[in-house]
């Protein structure tokens, strides 16, 4: 059975730091490139960051450049997201999705609630 499954949501104060993570199974984890996407109510998912199987090669939105890095572990089948310097406006439900490199299949997890207030 295919799964994604969040960890390590939270209340974290403004410029705080949090990691979230997702647990991969049921799939060819290293066929997959694995993305963390970010919703608020009312709008649309926004892309966070990717990183691909293998060379590892990440990409980031402009919005958390230089603030999150993404990061896997293969063997564990697992991807993470650290976050540092957290704003107001990172607030949101962050979702964890892998994509097949070479069939475009792609699976969602449930998603984490990642709120940053004082």
């Known amino acids: 059975q295919v799964q994604l499954a969040e960890s390590g949501g939270g209340l974290v104060q403004p410029g705080g730091s949090l990691r979230v993570s997702c647990t991969a199974s049921g799939f060819t984890f290293t066929n997959y490139v694995m993305r963390w996407y970010r919703q608020v109510p009312g709008a649309e998912r926004e892309f966070v960051a990717s990183?691909?199987?293998?060379?590892?090669?990440?990409n980031y939105g402009d919005s958390v450049t230089g603030r999150f890095t993404i990061s896997r572990n293969n063997a564990m089948k697992m991807v993470y997201l650290q976050m540092n310097n957290l704003k107001v406006e990172d607030t949101a439900v962050y979702y964890c999705n892998g994509r097949n490199r070479y069939t475009g299949t792609e699976y969602w997890g449930q998603g984490t609630q990642v709120t940053v207030s004082s």
């Open positions: 990183i691909e199987p293998y060379t590892t090669a990440t």
